[in-house]
């Protein structure tokens, strides 16, 4: 495996890092025919690191961050000849709980600076999700008995944690606002701005300067078509998706159905 050779388009150090040590764990799993994991990624690194990971075409991946449409995933490398049915994945769900009624209400910023200030690397942390009076931390295995056996409060506030069965969790789906509206094409330029209430000029700008991806991949071009279901996400303007496209009207343009995740 060429390192330098998969890496030279990749210029920004943490990036070119972390890129690095998923190619590592790449390189071990066609070695050793052994699945090996990589450490949570956010969906920037994920989309570039599943793109890099193809170009190899030897090993089958998985994603997973804990539960279904969870935003931080680890990746799961493994033979082709292997069952991705049989991957268990090293994340634990850690239950962070508080009483509301004695404590102002707490936010990711909260539960994500207490955990790291443990001393917790972020890239073994995932999603944290909050609720009223708890949150659940998904975390590596490596590291989850170890919050749960020293994190004591979040900010000024006390709190209790212990792990959940990951098969028993009940996450509420994510709300998202849709809205119908006509557009001239299905060029990625002209839906993005549909999606995040745009202009095409200003959904350009985002897409060359590397900020949009579709289905947690960079986006490489304005005219990229996009299809139904796919997730559109900008830095700086948050994620959406193209719900559906409808017929034309009689100017010939097209209706489509878009969500934003709220």
């Known amino acids: 495996m060429d390192k330098h050779s998969l890496l030279k388009s990749y210029c920004q150090p943490d990036e070119k890092l972390l890129l690095a040590k998923v190619l590592d764990q790449a390189d071990l799993c066609l070695k050793r025919h052994i699945v090996c994991f990589t450490d949570f990624m956010d969906p920037s690194v994920r989309g570039k690191a599943g793109e890099l990971l193809e170009r190899l075409g030897e090993l089958k991946i998985k994603a997973f961050g804990g539960y279904d449409d969870a935003e931080r995933v680890m990746f799961a490398m493994f033979p082709?000849?292997?069952?991705e049915d049989e991957i268990i994945f090293p994340i634990d769900a850690v239950r962070i709980s508080y009483n509301s009624k004695f404590s102002s209400s707490l936010s990711h910023r909260d539960f994500l600076g207490s955990i790291l200030g443990l001393g917790i690397e972020r890239i073994k942390v995932g999603d944290i999700l909050v609720y009223d009076g708890e949150a659940?931390?998904?975390?590596d295995s490596s590291i989850s008995q170890y919050i749960v056996s020293n994190l004591e409060r979040v900010g000024h506030?006390?709190?209790?944690?212990q792990i959940a069965a990951l098969e028993l969790l009940n996450i509420p789906e994510k709300k998202i606002e849709t809205k119908n509206v006509t557009v001239s094409s299905l060029r990625a330029d002209t839906v993005f701005g549909a999606v995040f209430g745009k202009s095409r000029s200003e959904a350009q700008e985002a897409i060359r300067a590397e900020r949009a991806s579709v289905n947690w991949r960079p986006l490489k071009s304005v005219s990229e078509p996009i299809n139904d279901g796919d997730v559109l996400s900008v830095k700086g303007w948050g994620r959406g998706t193209l719900v559906q496209t409808g017929g034309t009207t009689k100017k010939g343009r097209i209706v489509i159905t878009v969500g934003r995740y709220v």
Do not use: I, P
């Open 80 to 83: 082709d000849y292997m069952d």
């Open 136 to 139: 659940l931390c998904f975390s």
């Open 157 to 161: 506030t006390k709190v209790t944690a």
